[in-house]
């Protein structure tokens, strides 16, 4: 089963608005981390957030965790068509390992 | 470009038929991870190797096998292949293992269509 999970599965916003998709998890983790994935393409990283870690930005990209109730957001401000993709968050279960939810489809309409 | 190289990027064979998927980790980086990704079944983890030693074991089935050679890179054997078996396969690399926090870059993937 997955460790994440994201909410929503399918998010549309008009270009230039905030995008906000969550994770939950269900273990005790090390840390958490987002990818990017463009249709048919490779993962990409786009940031690591450490347990001991609340809060942290990457240009446009800002994520929370809450440790407390095993939850993480990843927030995309003035979002671009190009931030079209699925959003997946991923924790270290059991540390050898990564464990992906089911991923957010973003669509950012222009 | 993440510098993890797989081949092949597409391949199409027959049920029942056997194939090897090939990956090149990123210069310096130890682990190598195995991902199956279809529509039903989402981004799976397969299996995870750390300087040529299984660490990980998850959703892999029997037919399936891997290895990581002295010189890092990992190859995946898929057998018996069923319908079923049509995914996206992702090979990623990291330096070492997820707990160090360290970014697991990923292939393209080899498409795999089972006909």
């Known amino acids: 089963s997955q460790q994440g999970e994201e909410d929503p599965q399918a998010l549309s916003i008009q270009e230039g608005e905030n995008a906000t998709m969550n994770c939950s998890y269900k273990t005790s983790i090390n840390n958490l981390q987002w990818y990017r994935q463009n249709s048919g393409r490779g993962l990409v990283h786009l940031i690591l957030i450490r347990s001991n870690e609340r809060e942290k930005h990457s240009g446009r990209l800002r994520v929370t965790l809450d440790t407390s109730k095993k939850s993480s957001s990843l927030l995309i401000t003035a979002s671009r068509a190009a931030d079209t993709a699925s959003y997946f968050c991923a924790t270290d279960a059991d540390g050898n390992k990564l464990v992906f939810g089911a991923g957010t489809i973003l669509r950012v309409k222009s | 470009d993440s510098g993890v190289t797989q081949t092949p990027k597409h391949l199409i064979t027959a049920t029942g038929q056997r194939v090897t998927l090939r990956c090149s980790p990123r210069?310096?980086?130890?682990?190598v991870y195995w991902y199956q990704q279809s529509l039903d079944q989402g981004l799976q983890f397969l299996i995870q190797y750390y300087n040529g030693e299984e660490r990980a074991k998850g959703n892999i089935l029997e037919r399936f096998s891997a290895q990581q050679f002295p010189d890092l890179h990992s190859e995946l054997n898929l057998s018996s292949l069923e319908l079923g078996d049509s995914a996206l396969y992702f090979c990623?690399?990291?330096?070492?293992?997820?707990?160090?926090?360290?970014?697991?870059?990923f292939g393209e993937g080899s498409w795999l269509t089972v006909v």
């Open positions: 990623a690399s990291s330096v070492a293992l997820p707990r160090a926090g360290n970014t697991i870059y």
């Open positions: 210069s310096g980086d130890l682990s």
